[in-house]
């Protein structure tokens, strides 16, 4: 799995030990407003027709379902042609244009463009998937946990079951499937998702046109961001025949308009308990932004060795700009003492309600429990290390794999069953080229973090540096691993198991000694994940009870609707308006004294008497979305693609824990801007033509 | 007290909180090869005879005693011209050409020329000291503690007993006159200094010339900055007529040739036991580190607002780099368990000659005290708080001032005393610009940080936030303050002490709120450090026992004198030469690029062909030197000129614990450049011609 954060709202997944606490998958029942990340199996149907005459039916929900499509490295996207087009942000497809690029050839920053289907250039090891069905599984889920001795025992017999449910539809139907649990566990379903790796990059533009305005104009508004980018999917090394896509329609959404978008968010926190949110503001916001700054510069001193490195760093760095400044937002939300106190109250008046209702006194505990087990979380974290750089990743896992393959499927921790295989080798044999300069600077700064947090004379220390400093012990690790190397780690794949582990490999053996300390960490966190789960699937029994069923649950990376209207907002007295112009983006420039990062590419100053004065660029709904968002189509109730998300403002980064429909605005590529872009800036009238369904040349 | 830290060697000060912990004037029996920080009343003149042959008389001491020159914001200088020149590093200047710059005359970035003495622009608020005398106070301080009660008496007849001394010598001299602690209290000298305050900007050249290769370059070697400027001392608004000066030698000094350093070393540890060291590496420094990350984000981020937000904040941004990487530095030595493992065997070889011996056994506790200290250190630090910008700093010594000077001298807080009221006044009544932005953007950040290190429900935070987020409450104070005000200040100063108190400005009202807690904090602090102080006291007799007197205190940012040789070293199997060349500066340049921050001003390359192919650039010498020797001279034998400390290399970071001949370099720039420069590349022959003794045209 690529587990780096990235850029506007793409899910932040960049490392395990910093998100084992907050995947919970629970849920909320403060639906108001527009507010709400819906299962295309429970739509708010109710509440559209009443407040905006709505009612989709059900071949309109399955349509938009099937158009949808996930990025596996954490961001959505839709199909936009029959042929295959896959339309998604830049910043999504950074991952893949960061790989496909080289020393002299920056597809990342200088764009690309095929003129053909042959030019057309695969991805390294991308997978997109296509939600097909949903199926509640949940009574065979809860059947199969029933009279379990403790709560241990209770998540065994729950992966074991999960694991079965998933390696039966996956072998009845040859597609992923995925057991999701929703509402803090209230609910399990099976997803069945078509996969597509065959996928091939088919336009870019520029960063400075995609990113225009950098780490600066990130989640700011007025923005003038081309952030889309163009791949085409493939079956059978022909374009997919792709029956359900979305219409696409240039004119855009106007002002006031409902719209809609269908995508995957990757994670909220809405049904967090006071204590729980105390934990993430006092202790774990405070410890990861400490760590993001701590990468940021670390690749800031990198890139400053040459432009080649520069290029290397320069995805991860844009990454880690854009967490820093996604965490600050979310840490400035909860220290806002009026926001908390709003909290406590609400929270203070439902454990009143549940005092004062027999039937649901008993839940008061889960409180309770949440409370107790911060302290635990807080002293988990104290001790919590990681080694997470792409290098020694691939080394754990290759550990793991030889390890878990001789265990029961049902037993195997989740990432290596049966179901994921196909997709853990398409990651772990990926061609994709691993700098080891910059894994080294990554390293040395990893093993000198985990003496920090454990202390120099600790055992672990001793385990790590065997008597080197870390960077010494960095430089011969580096010097001496092949597991940057694909063609070895597709011989290791594919020899037997043990050999693996004595092969010998620096990493290898380091992630061998590291295995149990490592495995004891994630069983801890596992453990305070599953109490607090089932606190949560309480706390979620109470909001049922008193909300009844008109509630979405918390987000977990799987398809969503949100929906809203194209809308300004106030900021400072000041009304911001819905929409920026392509015309907007020169002015930008010249407000800020064609500085970088305030730089159009030449592209479009040559085009600039081409761009119609009116064509819209970006503009803002009140659509409540959060980062896996990224990339997600902007329909309107016609089911026409009139815009593509791509970011959120500076007042939506606390939507991780509340909903501000006031000021919090999801920000979108116009449609019309793209085509505009196609057809007058990058000369690529026939993917324009492709798009708007004219008839291709 | 400007409290920032700042870049190359210059003293790093910058938030006192971070360095209650070190400043502890101990001291290091391991004089060895050419190691050492030696005080003027005793030099190693054993050392120097046996091994160069070298017999410096008591006038060559003095002379050169009363030619060095100390900045009060944290570096070193020397008189190089009988009327007054005083050279130092542009970036110990540094902090008075950003306070002399403004909004389309950026000083600091373009330098500054005057072409007579009348065009030589006075500096708001420095203030430098000359030396003029040393003396043993020793037996006085020592009589006045007898029989103290306890440590927290015996700490206060100390601090009285110092006063008056200083208060006393003040009065009788008319000089600045300043109690030292050294050898961890096994000696208190007098310091007799004579101030100058009138101080005038001459010549100062670009900043990309200064700090040629910028963050990339800092701390590396080979190296080509021009990092000088020039400063001139006035005396009844004339140029000060000076005894006691550097005679200029602009062909440097030769490869393997003796030089001396005199200069103000800020703050060294070489005394410190393994339990100590620990502590630095596993709590202390990590969690610097953490904070000046933090600042240089925010500064950057500040910085990105226009170029004018830029250079307000620029001279902080590079001393945050500095501090930074060289911390980064001291870390990774304390984290080399080969380095740890020596320390430690070097102090069980200690402790057991200890327990053989009757007469020094009764020390052993001494280490024991300072084992058991480290857990209090880390507690104390788990509260520490700062909201250390500019205008708060000011309000918080205007608070105290209130206080204080309700008491008698000898009670005072020791920056209030009598001795010191001029050059306090000096710092408050500055009339230096204040950007309140900036002071903005800092005090969000730092309330914020309060209340991640107090916890977001602490009573602390309630009384800063007053309900309201950090952000917005900064925003509050700053819009309401006045402190940023010369004008204001002023006012306040002239009135009433009870006045102030009650003047109503929201920093004012915020500092007393704080006062309390603060001064909590500080006295924890300062009780530690008395405790400490007494163990390596008694760790300090030890080594007088078995090294006899040929040792030298840990640095104390007063007049040392180090020495050693122009000497060029070897890394990674490669030899790096002791000189560069101002040629090479240019094929510097080339070899990265013409990128920034290796771009040399136009200045340099209008002159190239007037610079001759071998005159020197920069030098490179083995004198033991840290932060604080920014801008100490480096003469030869003969009392001459021949370079200026600007920097030490990556090798030499650990010089706060230990003294590294073997690759630890000091690094100059040479005289010769300096006039070359002059006469070549700045149209400044008239300051050369002073600078060489040439008749004044």
Redesign the interface.
């Known amino acids: 799995m690529t587990s780096l954060c990235r850029r506007g709202f793409l899910l932040g997944v960049f490392l395990s030990i910093f998100l084992l606490t907050t995947v919970l998958g629970s849920f909320s029942s403060r639906a108001a407003a527009d507010e709400g990340m819906w299962l295309f199996s429970n739509l708010p149907l109710k509440y559209l027709a009443e407040k905006y005459d709505f009612r989709p039916d059900d071949q309109w929900a399955n349509k938009l379902m099937r158009s949808s499509v996930r990025f596996n490295v954490g961001g959505s996207a839709s199909f936009v042609s029959p042929r295959g087009l896959v339309l998604t942000n830049h910043h999504v497809g950074s991952d893949t244009l960061q790989k496909l690029s080289s020393e002299g050839n920056d597809i990342l920053a200088n764009g690309f463009l095929a003129r053909t289907t042959e030019d057309e250039i695969p991805a390294p090891d991308l997978e997109l998937n296509q939600l097909l069905s949903i199926n509640d599984v949940t009574a065979q889920v809860n059947k199969a946990v029933e009279g379990a001795a403790d709560p241990a025992a209770a998540a065994a017999a729950r992966r074991a079951v999960i694991a079965k449910i998933e390696k039966a539809a996956s072998e009845k139907t040859g597609n992923r499937c995925d057991v999701i649990t929703l509402y803090g566990g209230g609910r399990y379903h099976l997803y069945e998702y078509k996969k597509y790796t065959d996928v091939r990059l088919v336009w870019a533009p520029e960063a400075d046109s995609a990113f225009f305005g950098g780490?600066?104009d990130n989640f700011e508004y007025p923005r003038y961001c081309l952030d889309a980018c163009l791949f085409r999917v493939y079956e059978n090394d022909k374009p997919a025949v792709i029956e359900d896509y979305l219409k696409w329609n240039s004119a855009g959404p106007k002002e006031g308009e409902l719209i809609f978008v269908s995508g995957n968010p990757g994670s909220t926190s809405r049904i967090f308990t006071t204590d729980a949110l105390?934990y993430q503001?006092?202790i774990r916001m405070?410890d990861v932004?400490?760590f993001i700054?701590?990468r940021?510069?670390l690749l800031q001193?990198f890139s400053?060795?040459?432009?080649e490195k520069k290029r290397r760093a320069n995805d991860e760095t844009l990454s880690f700009q854009n967490s820093?400044k996604a965490y600050t937002g979310m840490?400035?939300g909860?220290?806002?003492?009026?926001y908390?106190a709003e909290r406590v109250a609400e929270e203070k008046a439902m454990l009143d309600k549940l005092q004062s209702d027999p039937a649901l006194r008993k839940y008061a505990s889960a409180w309770q429990q949440i409370a107790e087990l911060q302290a635990k979380r807080s002293a988990l974290r104290d001790e919590s290390f990681s080694l997470n750089t792409r290098v020694y990743r691939l080394a754990r896992t290759f550990v793991r794999l030889a390890m878990e393959d001789q265990k029961p499927n049902e037993q195997r921790l989740p990432e290596f069953r049966d179901s994921g295989r196909e997709s853990l080798e398409r990651q772990i044999l990926s061609p994709a080229k691993i700098y080891l300069d910059l894994e080294r600077v990554k390293l040395a700064d990893l093993l000198?973090r985990t003496?920090?947090v454990r202390?120099?004379?600790s055992e672990l220390?001793?385990v790590l540096?065997q008597?080197?400093?870390?960077?010494?012990r960095a430089d011969e690790i580096i010097a001496n691993t092949r597991m940057h190397d694909a063609a070895f780690r597709k011989e290791l794949y594919g020899g037997d198991r043990q050999s693996i582990l004595t092969c010998g490999d620096p990493l290898i053996e380091l992630a061998l000694a590291l295995d149990v300390e490592e495995r004891r960490l994630r069983t801890a966190n596992e453990e305070l994940d599953e109490i607090e789960r089932q606190a949560y699937a309480q706390i979620a029994e109470v909001l049922f009870a008193i909300d009844g069923t008109s509630v979405y649950p918390d987000a977990t990376f799987t398809l969503r609707l949100t929906f809203g209207v194209v809308k300004g907002y106030e900021e400072n007295g000041k009304m911001i308006p819905a929409f920026t112009k392509m015309t907007g983006a020169f002015q930008h420039q010249e407000d800020?004294?064609n500085?970088e990062?305030w730089v159009l590419p030449q592209s479009w100053h040559a085009a600039r008497d081409r761009i119609p004065a009116d064509m819209p660029l970006n503009f803002v709904s009140t659509a409540d979305i959060i980062g896996g968002n990224s990339g997600s189509p902007v329909i309107n109730k016609d089911l026409e693609m009139v815009g593509l998300i791509f970011d959120g403002n500076i007042q939506s980064l606390t939507s991780d824990f509340f909903y501000n429909e006031k000021q919090g605005r999801a920000i979108s590529v116009h449609a019309g801007a793209i085509t505009t872009a196609l057809r007058n800036i990058y000369d690529a009238a026939h993917i324009a033509d492709e798009l708007e369904g004219q008839p291709q040349k």
């Not at 400053?304 to 432009?307: D, E, H, Q, T, V």
């Not at 909860?334 to 009026?338: K, S």
């Open positions: 780490d600066a105390k503001r006092d405070p932004l400490d700054r701590r940021e510069i001193q400053l060795g040459s432009p820093r840490l400035g909860l220290q806002d003492p009026a908390f000198a003496l920090e202390g120099g004379d220390a001793q540096l008597g080197k400093s870390p960077t010494a800020h004294g500085a990062p």
